[in-house]
């Protein structure tokens, strides 16, 4: 089955991305020192910092996205999989990349 294009119109671009490397750098540093400095606990909240930036940069059909997700939202969740993954040595990662990829797609809507 394939889908219909829905909602689009010829000679428009479906995606646009506007972020700049610098916006992206910055973000990026400021996800890793929350990573860095938490010893990896507050993961979730760099996770969120970083879909924000995304989704504010990112436009569909011209409209642009945004992330609704909070560090809190999934913070439980983020502690669920870490003791999973440590207490069967890594195997439950390929979970979580899934879980986590659902939750981020979930949580971005439009502006």
Do not use: H
């Not at 671009?13 to 990573?35: C, D, E, K, N, S």
């Not at 010893?39 to 569909?60: D, H, M, Q, S």
């Not at 642009?64 to 999973?84: E, R, V």
Request: net charge positive.
């Amino acid at each position: 089955m394939v889908a219909a294009d829905v909602g689009a119109v010829p000679g428009v671009q479906i995606y646009q991305f506007r972020g700049g490397a610098g916006t992206w750098f910055g973000t990026q540093i400021l996800g890793v020192l929350i990573t860095i400095c938490t010893v990896g606990i507050c993961y979730p909240f760099a996770v969120v910092l970083v879909e924000r930036w995304r989704a504010k940069n990112t436009y569909l059909y011209g409209r642009q996205l945004q992330f609704i997700g909070t560090g809190w939202g999934i913070f439980g969740l983020w502690i669920k999989w870490s003791l999973l993954s440590i207490i069967t040595l890594g195997i439950y990662t390929f979970w979580v990349y899934p879980r986590l990829m659902q939750w981020k797609v979930e949580k971005t809507v439009y502006a």
